[in-house]
């Protein structure tokens, strides 16, 4: 992790971000005019980018969809997002970047107590106190490929034929030959 | 002896059975099979951004939502960002000369994007009272500290957004006085801009406002009793031109320090004998503006004090440019006019009729219609004179950049609204193929293996590598004109909104030709066509193999679904419309029929909106099968609407229209009234038509036989409570419920029906042999859920007994009947499934042995490939031994998702809306075709390529074996023959 932070000053302005917004009481819900309330929350991708598939974590590909297509937004640099004229009740929050997979959000609004968030994450019904979205985990979607083993070889058709017809040229005569001295 | 074969069978055993996801790529094998295509749609506006030195390029925003910046030289795609669908970009600037201002939603969401990259950089809400016109304004020099201020109106109300970050200074309140704002003017040089619109019909109001805070410093109004139609168009800093209610005058208003002034000129007396009704062209010409009337495009010049006089008078079938600002402070605007297979360009002074700055002739294919769009830009040249490039929108919304008199790049970009697909076959080869070419191909196929062996063996040089790579991508096999013998080679017939049709070659996506539907052109005849379906006309399998397969492609002649219908029919080899119907009567619904007349075209029957039927092709041998066959013909009509699903038989001819004998009255036979208080219908879903059942009989544990009931007259229902239609969060799981039914649809009898409380839509599903997957959103787990529907028919079930089959007692040979009543049972599961869907369709081959694949478009738009071992029904937690080894999954409460069964990999079909498979003729295989904004196409297999080797099997490898093969017995013959020797001599 040190070495991570020294090589690149991006995720300790992250860090900071995120103690910024913990001090600031950031409410994932504010209340907006009338007609509707406005939904603020943060996607956080660490790009690892350890196993050489994971796309580096670029924002600018990644879309928020609110119940399933009613509403997409974008992220902002520091990965901010929000949606404006939401009615009060339980909606669903879905990223979409590829090379990582979210699990959608639930996000309760509620009319009563306005700026009270109540979010959680369908997949795994964890919790969350902050509208802040990380993936779950890195997506491959391709198979890796086995680096070139003298097993491959042998487990091929042709390695079997081969391994066939060697068994039956030096270890049958022997097996032969054996059997003969016991008869 | 036996001992040795027994280790090594078992050694064999281990080796083979390793098990692995059934879709899975490796990252050297994209673009083998897969092709992928992005495209924009039709473009509404573009900005050119070509003042700096460096990558020149245009910003556009589109029908299909999309806003994209494209390389000015050569037509690529830098960036794109395709906006959620009820997004509609309103209009699009550059701010800061960095920034990609976009406005969207009907004015209410103004978003920032960073010109070089497309990140957005921040985002606002314009909030407002009512909804509006919506206009941007984003005024090039006007500062106010150092930051440079968009106007915004939208929603009623006049915002002023900086456009560092977003932030919105002041707004100002128009819903009060109702006033529609035009046009914001903003006078060079002041710090003071004029807001000038409508208030009602008949006033016009001008305010002049602070642009520091919104304070409004003046406030006039001009009464004009004859009322206004709406149109206006600004044609100075303070002249407008605004067309009067009767649209027979117009009406030049000047707005001079605040005070407003009009005056009247009618229509006839500029243009002479004109009694047409005019209509005004939004145009940002300064000092002119344009009109049409009867056919005709007229420039009408403003002089001073408001006269106006008549410029030009043109064809209407021509597109004209906003004004470009060039530097001596003229104005220049494009102008494309038709003639013959060429287009004119031209580019004028705004100021000066007859001065041409530039005449250019362009040979235009006539496939892409008229000239919808100009946009213009100028360039210096290197003898420091002006040249021009003209950006246009053709009819089929290609998108092409003319430059010194020729077609630099174009863009076939109606193939993002893409509305039906179907799959054709292509020409079979013809015999007679050079022996050099062999030999050629022999010398080239070794070597190719050679280089695949030393690349499997690790032996290869990275040159090595990239040429094995280019090789495989290149394969001119893959995209040669002829039917290849796995089937893999096919055309892709596509519709697109625009009325044209492009055939796709399936092995690298080209266009092989397109062809722009006469009868679904906007003309005289035939006003607001619409493209709805395509469907296999003819197929010339059996007889008639001389004949052209050819499509048939429904479209309607307005709106409405009443309107008159038009079939055209398409040579699929050559892409000539070969006829044209334009029918009197409506399209409510078209029933391909199982028959097929001698020359092997598809007898279709057409159903009108009085519910009449119209047999297609009008000739008497199809009367004659169809006579024949009318008493077993049944259909049914979906009411939406009205909750209510019908179904229909024929009775006789039509008893208005006497003559025609290809019309028949119908009557019904059975209805289900949904009661429309407690459901709504959401979606309905059918067999695909050509679907191919291998077996009814499933065989299942214990040697135990299941029967599929497998009939084409299922329908699929899914009805929701009429409160839970809206989006997700708009109900609460007690007021909302899902209700499915499987319907026969020549008796109308419910077979089965099935509740889901406190579920809601949007349901997809797919219906295949025996079974319906759908998924749907449960309000409960907040979570969206998949369920599978089995059906068997138990009348067959007692058939197991072999004794009974040996006696002949068994009721396989009896004849299946609709009418009887099927004794059935049904199967259901259902799963959690994390992701919404846009789209979803099932795998589908040639015999129907492979095992099936559901194609699941989701939400990111990503194809998903999921096995449909993970919804079989008779999953159970701990299934027994022996279920495991049929094959069944343990029950878990979710499906999984594993991203190598992505058929999409690593690319997105931006706005996804529809998934089509086709089989190959290869029984393992399978086509998927995935359409949205973007293309995409691949071939899969669900259980593996088992009837092929892979692309990746070593020949070379085979041939090294072979010959070390006869190598060692030459060896081992010598040997024995040299110990035979000896064991003689001894």
Aim: glycine share 8%; aromatic share 8%.
């Amino acid at each position: 992790m040190a070495s991570t932070l020294r090589s690149s000053p991006i995720p300790l302005i992250l860090f900071l971000q995120l103690c910024f917004s913990f001090l600031s009481t950031t409410l994932a819900i504010s209340s907006g005019s009338s007609d509707g309330y406005t939904i603020n929350g943060r996607v956080k991708i660490e790009s690892t980018g350890v196993k050489g598939f994971g796309l580096p974590g670029k924002t600018s590909n990644v879309k928020v969809i609110l119940n399933g297509g009613q509403w997409v937004t974008f992220l902002r640099p520091d990965g901010y997002f929000s949606f404006h004229n939401v009615s009060a009740g339980t909606h669903l929050i879905e990223v979409a970047a590829i090379g990582y997979f979210f699990s959608p959000v639930r996000v309760d609004v509620s009319a009563r107590n306005p700026g009270k968030i109540q979010a959680a994450l369908t997949e795994n019904r964890k919790g969350l106190t902050e509208l802040v979205l990380e993936p779950l985990r890195e997506e491959q979607y391709y198979e890796i490929r086995e680096p070139f083993s003298i097993m491959s070889l042998v487990k091929s058709p042709m390695g079997l034929m081969m391994g066939f017809m060697v068994i039956v040229m030096f270890l049958m005569p022997k097996l032969v030959e054996n059997m003969g001295k016991v008869l | 002896m036996a001992r040795a074969t027994r280790v090594f069978l078992l050694l064999l055993l281990v080796l083979l059975s390793s098990p692995s996801p059934s879709f899975s790529l490796y990252e050297d094998q994209v673009g083998l099979m897969d092709w992928h295509q992005q495209y924009i749609g039709k473009v509404k506006h573009a900005v050119f951004h070509t003042q700096k030195a460096g990558r020149k390029r245009v910003v556009v925003s589109t029908e299909e939502n999309v806003i994209a910046s494209l390389d000015l030289r050569r037509g690529d795609i830098f960036w794109r960002h395709v906006l959620g669908p009820n997004d509609a970009v309103d209009e699009i600037d550059i701010a800061l000369g960095k920034y990609v201002i976009t406005l969207s939603s009907e004015g209410s969401i103004l978003r920032a994007w960073n010109l070089p990259d497309g990140q957005m950089v921040w985002e606002s809400f314009l909030q407002g009272p009512k909804p509006s016109k919506s206009l941007l304004s984003v005024p090039a020099n006007m500062k106010i500290d150092k930051d440079n201020v968009i106007f915004v109106f939208g929603k009623g109300c006049l915002h002023a957004v900086s456009s560092i970050d977003g932030e919105v200074l002041w707004k100002k309140d128009f819903a009060d006085e109702s006033l529609e704002v035009q046009q914001i003017i903003h006078p060079l040089g002041s710090d003071m801009i004029y807001a000038v619109g409508f208030v009602g019909l008949s006033q016009l109001d001008a305010y002049q406002i602070n642009v520091r805070n919104g304070e409004v410093l003046k406030h006039r109004s001009a009464a004009f009793p004859g009322g206004f139609c709406g149109e206006v168009s600004l044609v100075s800093s303070d002249t407008l031109v605004a067309l009067d209610a009767t649209r027979s005058s117009l009406i030049s208003i000047s707005i001079l320090d605040g005070e407003i002034s009009l005056q009247q000129t009618h229509i006839s007396n500029l243009v002479g004998d004109s009694f047409g009704m005019a209509v005004m062209l939004p145009s940002k010409l300064s000092g002119m503006l344009m009109i049409k009337i009867n056919n005709y495009m007229v420039f009408v010049r403003v002089a001073d004090e408001g006269k106006l006089e008549v410029a030009e008078k043109i064809n209407d079938a021509a597109a004209v440019s906003d004004a470009l600002a060039l530097s001596e402070g003229q104005q220049a605007f494009g102008l494309v006019e038709h003639g013959g297979n060429k287009i004119h360009l031209t580019v004028k002074l705004v100021n000066d009729w007859n001065g041409d700055l530039l005449k250019e002739n362009i040979g235009m294919d006539h496939q892409r219609g008229c000239v919808h769009k100009i946009f213009i830009n100028n360039y210096i040249r290197t003898d420091r004179s002006y040249g021009f490039r003209a950006l246009i929108v053709m009819e089929d919304h290609s998108l092409l950049l003319l430059q010194q008199g020729e077609i630099v790049w174009s863009r076939e970009d109606g193939l993002a609204s893409i509305i039906d697909v179907t799959a054709s076959e292509l020409p079979v080869e013809k015999e007679g193929v050079s022996v050099a070419k062999v030999e050629h191909n022999l010398f080239e196929w070794l070597k190719g293996h050679m280089l695949k062996l030393k690349g499997t063996l690790m032996l290869a040089s990275p040159e090595d590598i990239i040429a094995i790579q280019g090789m495989r991508l290149k394969s001119s096999e893959k995209s040669k004109m002829t039917r290849d013998h796995n089937g893999f080679r096919k055309l892709l017939i596509v519709l697109t909104r625009a009325g044209k049709l492009f055939a796709l070659h399936t092995g690298d996506g080209r266009v092989v030709w397109s062809v722009l539907l006469h009868s679904l052109r906007n003309s005289e005849a035939c006003a607001y066509p619409t493209g709805l379906n395509v469907y296999q006309w003819q197929v010339p399998h059996h007889h008639a193999m001389d004949e052209n397969p050819s499509v048939l492609v429904v479209g309607r002649c307005g709106l409405g679904s009443d309107a008159p219908g038009v079939l055209s029919f398409v040579d699929t080899y050559t892409g000539k419309e070969l006829d044209s119907l334009f029918l009197t009567h409506s399209i409510e619904r078209i029933i391909p029929l199982s028959f097929t007349d001698s020359r092997e075209q598809r007898l279709h029957l057409i159903i009108d909106t009085d519910h009449h039927a119209h047999l297609y092709p009008r000739t008497p041998e199809a009367i004659g099968i169809f006579q024949h066959e009318l008493p077993n013909i049944y259909w049914y009509l979906v009411e939406a609407d009205n909750g209510i699903i019908r179904g229909h038989a024929l009775k006789s001819n039509c008893i208005l229209q006497e003559g025609d004998e290809y019309c028949f009255d119908t009557r019904d036979l059975w209805s289900i009234v949904f009661p429309s208080e407690s459901e709504k219908i959401l979606a309905t879903v059918t067999r695909k038509l050509n679907e191919v059942v291998h077996t009814q009989a499933k065989v299942i544990t214990d040697q135990d036989v299941m029967y599929k009931y497998v009939s084409k007259n299922l329908l699929f229902v899914a009805t929701v409570a009429p409160k839970a239609t809206g989006e997700i969060g708009s109900v609460t799981p007690e007021e909302s419920w899902l209700v499915v039914y499987l319907i026969d649809t020549v008796t109308g009898r419910i077979l089965y029906r099935m509740t889901h409380h406190g579920t809601q839509g949007p349901v997809h599903a797919v219906f295949s042999e025996n079974w319906v997957v759908y998924h749907y959103f449960n309000l409960r787990a907040h979570r969206y859920e998949m369920s599978v529907v089995e059906i068997y028919d138990q009348s067959r079930a007692d058939n197991k007994d072999v004794w009974k089959l040996v006696l002949g007692k068994h009721n396989l040979t009896s004849p299946v009947s609709s009418y009887s009543r099927p004794e059935v049972i049904t199967k259901s599961q259902f799963y959690f499934f994390t992701h919404s869907v846009k789209a979803m369709a099932v795998t589908s081959t040639a015999k129907g042995i492979t095992s099936k694949q559901l194609l699941i478009g989701t939400i990111g738009d990503q194809v998903l490939a999921l096995d449909k071992r993970y919804l079989d029904p008779r999953r159970t937690i701990n299934p027994s031994q022996s279920e495991r080894e049929e094959g069944i999954i343990p029950l878990t409460d979710s499906l999984p998702i594993i991203p190598q069964s992505y058929v999409t990999h690593t690319l997105k079909v931006e706005g996804l809306r529809g998934i089509v498979t086709a089989p190959a003729k290869l029984e393992s295989t399978t086509l998927v075709f995935a359409y949205g904004v973007d293309l995409f196409f691949t071939r899969i297999a669900p259980s593996r390529t088992y009837d092929l080797l892979t692309d990746d099997f070593s020949y070379a490898l085979l041939l090294i074996t072979i010959v070390a093969l006869v190598a060692a017995i030459f060896v081992t013959w010598i040997l024995s023959e040299r110990k035979e020797l000896q064991e003689k001599w001894r």
